[in-house]
């Protein structure tokens, strides 16, 4: 069995008073994708009226009568998306119930970005139009730890067979610093690095001994597991928070099928304006695609998304896997659990086949956002790591090549990643 893999040996009836969309997604994901426990779902009629041999348990407004049940507050029973001002009653109306709260519609709000999509929510967009952080920490993994503890209760033979994993995931912006630029560029620079020695001698590296400082393969290959390891190429765009490289140029193009050939899936890190351009999305996928001949995984550039408007392009693009959620400030998980699962579409009331797979930590965040030095980072990281490892969770980071490099601004980051290496693989 993989790491990660579930155990589906066991299967259990639900009770349900409405078997709806929501729900059906929801108990997808937290009982069978999560838990790996197979499930069938049974309307509270059926139940009433048939003789049923399997274990069940109930998600219930109210106590069903021998079955232990867990209290169904209605939002996974609705169609619409309710107002900010619309208070919502999570909390359980008596102790006959296995959870103080609406623990299932709880995974579903997270999961689901509901908060996003709420009218009158005043929460305002950033600079690069992208939504504030709204849930930032573990919550989902400590329901998911209570939610297993009941299940190994009620159903001695289940065993939680889910393991801690880790995915390395690198964002290549700059695929070089100095090299192959225009030759004004790069000549130009070297000029005004003259009274600057350490500079100095990493431009002329860069143009005489071909040995730029952002060409870190090297580096990866003796650090990364290729198995463990996604690269996410940005292949053009226009705009100043773009590159000025692109994947027409020769040298780019071998540069990609370098990491290739070394094992790594590529993916595509869509520009900075194809958040909500679907054209200019399929069209970067496109040029990615000619060169590397399959990209089923993608991230936004700045993770920069609209919620639903660039998943639905994504989609459309053919894209399987996404990995733009992820905290822009600080080290948490945006939708409270690491676990990969299926994006729901609230606007449309449906489930899809889009993967979002979390990360809890970027470089970019840990050394501008908050600060830290390469030490109190590799503190940070590792206590992220513990926290997953006890609740069988998954460690995805975002890193860049820059860092890497041990050039200018990342220098000492090169231990970070020795580091967090370290304590993944223990």
Request: proline share 4%; net charge neutral.
């Amino acid at each position: 069995m993989n790491r990660g893999a579930h155990q589906q040996s066991m299967t259990i009836g639900i009770v349900a008073d409405d078997i709806s969309p929501r729900l059906v997604y929801t108990v997808s994901m937290v009982f069978k994708r999560f838990l790996g426990i197979r499930f069938e779902l049974i309307s509270t009629d059926d139940w009433n009226t048939g003789e049923w041999k399997l274990p069940c348990i109930a998600y219930s407004k109210a106590k069903i009568e021998g079955l232990p049940s867990i209290f169904a507050c209605g939002l996974l029973s609705e169609t619409h998306i309710r107002l900010k001002s619309e208070q919502l009653n999570w909390t359980s109306p008596s102790e006959q119930f296995l959870f103080d709260r609406d623990i299932l519609a709880s995974f579903f709000y997270h999961l689901s970005q509901y908060q996003i999509y709420q009218k009158g929510l005043k929460t305002g967009l950033d600079e690069h139009g992208r939504h504030p952080d709204l849930e930032v920490g573990y919550a989902l993994h400590e329901d998911l730890r209570r939610l297993e503890n009941e299940m190994v209760r009620i159903f001695p033979s289940f065993q939680v067979k889910r393991e801690f994993d880790y995915e390395i995931t690198i964002d290549v912006d700059h695929p070089w610093k100095h090299r192959h630029k225009p030759a004004l560029v790069k000549w130009g620079g070297l000029l005004k690095s003259i009274f600057k020695p350490n500079e100095f001698k990493e431009r002329w590296a860069a143009i005489f001994d071909k040995k730029d400082p952002y060409d870190v393969l090297s580096e990866v290959k003796r650090l990364c597991p290729a198995d463990k390891t996604k690269v996410f190429f940005l292949v053009g765009g226009s705009h100043s928070n773009d590159s000025r490289f692109n994947i027409e140029m020769p040298e780019y193009k071998r540069l990609v099928k370098n990491w290739q050939s070394a094992g790594f899936e590529i993916g595509l890190h869509p520009s900075y304006e194809t958040f909500k351009n679907a054209e200019l999305l399929r069209q970067q996928k496109t040029d990615l695609l000619t060169v590397v001949g399959q990209v089923n995984i993608s991230r936004q550039h700045y993770l920069r998304y609209a919620t639903p408007t660039t998943f639905r392009n994504l989609l459309e693009a053919g894209i399987q896997r996404e990995y733009s959620i992820c905290p822009k400030t600080s080290v948490g998980l945006v939708t409270g659990i690491s676990l990969p699962y299926l994006w729901y579409d609230l606007e449309r009331n449906e489930p899809t086949t889009l993967e979002i797979v979390p990360a809890v930590a970027m470089d970019r965040t840990l050394l501008s956002e908050m600060g830290l030095s390469p030490k109190e980072a590799i503190e940070v990281l590792q206590a992220s790591i513990k926290k997953l490892r006890d609740s069988r969770g998954r460690f995805v980071i975002i890193l860049h090549n820059e860092t890497f490099s041990s050039s200018g601004e990342w220098q000492g980051w090169l231990e970070v990643i020795e580091k967090t290496m370290l304590a993944l693989q223990e």
